[in-house]
């Protein structure tokens, strides 16, 4: 035996041997976790039932959309069975029951899921005309399917909210926790979003579990709509520990509202960078003062016009 290989036995052993104590990380029952691989694969082929036109299969006849939706959910529903039955199990009242109950509360589960179906693609129509209607940049509804990670975001958002409502374990964060890799937009499963939701460039938004967002709501890149503290731990588990967002409502980027307690009313702007743990009443408008522009002049020849006599250009100071 080679001295590499001498050395690579030594560090098995050792790591065997650390296997041994009852620490936490330790387990391994690898089958007794949801397969995270199989919740993505899931998370991708609920898209191609959301938008059938846009996340298609390679084999894709438009002519038999019956069999091919068909053998979709079949496949979706199976894995979904599967992966539902094996997160029950974590469940501390389902530690004594029987694996043929588990599996029939998982069949159940699944199927009251995808009778939301329906109801998500609805949600996620609104979201793309209020993208549409809300970014002058957007092309046209296409690009805002095939492109924007706010929607994108969102969507995933909505499928997973649904799971989190049945009390289905792990698997909605799963979903949720792979878009925000792919997005950087992190919103929890259980956040409450109502219709025409529109996130623009998305970037570092942080949507938290008890969060309740009303209709026609605009938020902008790097918003935290997050909890005062959680120094309490598992004790606040079930309390409404982040804000409420009323209906019409824009944040602009690097604004935080934080608090169970906090509402923004309705019809309300919040400007870049608040910060804000009390309610705001309806139809405020909240801005940053005492920012100030420290701006040494350059060139003014350079510009068809002069900046000190052209009432077109203004400097906030």
């Not at 390679?58 to 069975?81: G, I, K």
């Not at 608040?274 to 940053?288: E, H, L, M």
Request: aromatic share 10%; proline share 4%; hydrophobic share 35%.
């Amino acid at each position: 035996m080679s001295s590499m290989e001498n050395k690579i036995d030594k560090i098995v052993e050792k790591i065997l041997e650390d296997y041994k104590d009852e620490r936490f990380i330790n387990q391994v029952e690898v089958f007794d976790q949801p397969d995270k691989e199989v919740v993505i694969d899931i998370t991708k082929k609920m898209l191609k039932i959301i938008f059938p036109g846009f996340y298609r299969e390679n084999n894709y006849h438009f002519y038999n959309n019956y069999s091919r939706l068909t053998n979709l959910l079949e496949d979706v529903m199976y894995n979904l069975n599967k992966q539902i039955a094996i997160a029950l199990k974590q469940k501390p009242e389902n530690k004594l029951r029987q694996q043929c109950e588990i599996q029939k509360d998982a069949e159940n589960l699944s199927l009251a899921f995808f009778e939301q179906i329906p109801k998500i693609r609805e949600y996620v129509d609104t979201d793309v005309q209020a993208d549409f209607d809300g970014d002058p940049a957007a092309f046209n509804k296409n690009e805002i399917i095939l492109t924007y990670p706010g929607l994108m975001a969102s969507t995933v958002n909505r499928i997973a909210h649904e799971l989190y409502l049945l009390r289905v374990p792990i698997i909605p964060r799963m979903m949720t926790e792979y878009i925000h890799n792919l997005t950087g937009i992190d919103i929890h499963p259980g956040a409450t979003i109502g219709k025409y939701f529109f996130i623009d460039h998305g970037t570092g938004i942080v949507v938290g579990e008890t969060t309740v967002i009303g209709e026609h709501v605009k938020i902008y890149q790097g918003v935290t709509l997050g909890a005062l503290s959680t120094r309490g731990g598992q004790a606040l588990k079930g309390v409404k520990r982040h804000p409420t967002i009323e209906d019409n409502v824009t944040i602009y980027s690097g604004a935080s509202i934080f608090g169970g307690e906090t509402i923004i009313g309705h019809d309300s702007v919040i400007g870049s960078n608040a910060f804000i743990t009390k309610s705001i009443c309806p139809g405020s408008r909240v801005s940053i003062k005492n920012q100030e522009h420290n701006i040494k002049q350059g060139d003014c020849n350079d510009f068809d016009t002069d900046p000190a006599t052209d009432s077109s250009w203004f400097y906030i100071i």
